[in-house]
């Protein structure tokens, strides 16, 4: 138990550090091609990292576009992404890493697998995975900082508990969990794309990415402040994520067999 205790508080270390880390950096500069690959955006694999990066709230330049002036006049205002490549004979292994502008390591993941034989989902799976190791260090907008703030004076864990978890939200859940839960109160709208899905709400405000994985009815789920898993069980969608230093479940009304 002890033991326990000890992960879930270093992992929460860890976590608040990163968070404090990129708290200091508004921009990210992705390369228009990584060290390891011979292609411009080969595999997809900076499209992606810039799509990846956006969704925490940042916001992403390519280097070889002609960047900004805040950026242009300090680069030190901007962390650089670049990507480790270990791949053995079987999987495709892959660590985000970035970086200052001193070249110093401000972040680490760790290393992303993928045993796909298709080089670009291979590319793509591997990212992804590396991608959700690392800690919740999203950029939260202004607007939403409020309920974000008087969402930990709730029970969130007890009320979203996996059986009837939706009745347990609107019976315990104060307004400010009412609102950060609300992708889960009401049907969400699969859109298809190159990677997964995006589900949209009634409003057409895209909720949560999808991200496929080797794992059927499993994907990545990215929203603007968070990263987790959805899942199916039982003939019906949960997302599952860490708040708290706990694991969190909320059923989704969603339909992604068609």
């Given at each position: ?8 508080f270093l ?10 880390i ?29 799509s990846?990066?956006e969704?925490?709230?940042f ?20 962390l ?33 697998k ?10 793509n799976?591997?990212l992804?995975a590396?991608?959700a ?9 202004i ?15 007890k009320?979203a508990v996996?059986?009837?978890p ?6 315990e859940?104060?307004?400010a969990?009412?609102?950060?839960n ?19 709400d ?21 929203t ?8 199916k ?8 994520y860490?708040?708290d ?6 059923q989704?009304?969603i339909?992604l067999?068609k």
């Amino acid at each position: 138990m002890k033991r326990f205790l000890l992960i879930i508080f270093l992992a929460s270390t860890l976590s608040l550090q990163a968070q404090t880390i990129m708290n200091n950096y508004k921009y990210i500069i992705v390369p228009e091609r990584f060290s390891f690959l011979k292609k411009v955006n080969q595999y997809n694999l900076n499209t992606l990292t810039k799509s990846l990066f956006e969704e925490r709230g940042f916001t992403v330049y390519y280097d070889n576009l002609e960047l900004p002036t805040e950026i242009a006049s300090d680069k030190c205002k901007a962390l650089t992404v670049d990507i480790e490549e270990n791949n053995s004979m079987f999987s495709t292994n892959l660590t985000l890493l970035l970086k200052d502008c001193k070249g110093a390591l401000v972040l680490k993941s760790k290393q992303g697998k993928s045993r796909e034989k298709d080089y670009q989902a291979s590319y793509n799976e591997a990212l992804n995975a590396a991608f959700a190791s690392l800690p919740d260090f999203s950029k939260t907008p202004i607007t939403e900082a409020k309920p974000i703030a008087t969402a930990p004076q709730t029970e969130p864990v007890k009320a979203a508990v996996i059986t009837e978890p939706v009745k347990a939200v609107k019976q315990e859940a104060s307004p400010a969990t009412a609102k950060e839960n609300k992708p889960s109160a009401a049907t969400l709208i699969p859109q298809a794309n190159a990677l997964g899905f995006d589900l949209l709400d009634a409003t057409s405000k895209k909720i949560f990415t999808l991200l496929k994985t080797s794992l059927t009815d499993v994907f990545i789920a990215n929203t603007i402040n968070k990263t987790g898993i959805v899942f199916k069980k039982k003939g019906n969608w949960f997302y599952e994520y860490y708040k708290d230093g706990a694991v969190t479940t909320e059923q989704l009304s969603i339909n992604l067999d068609k």
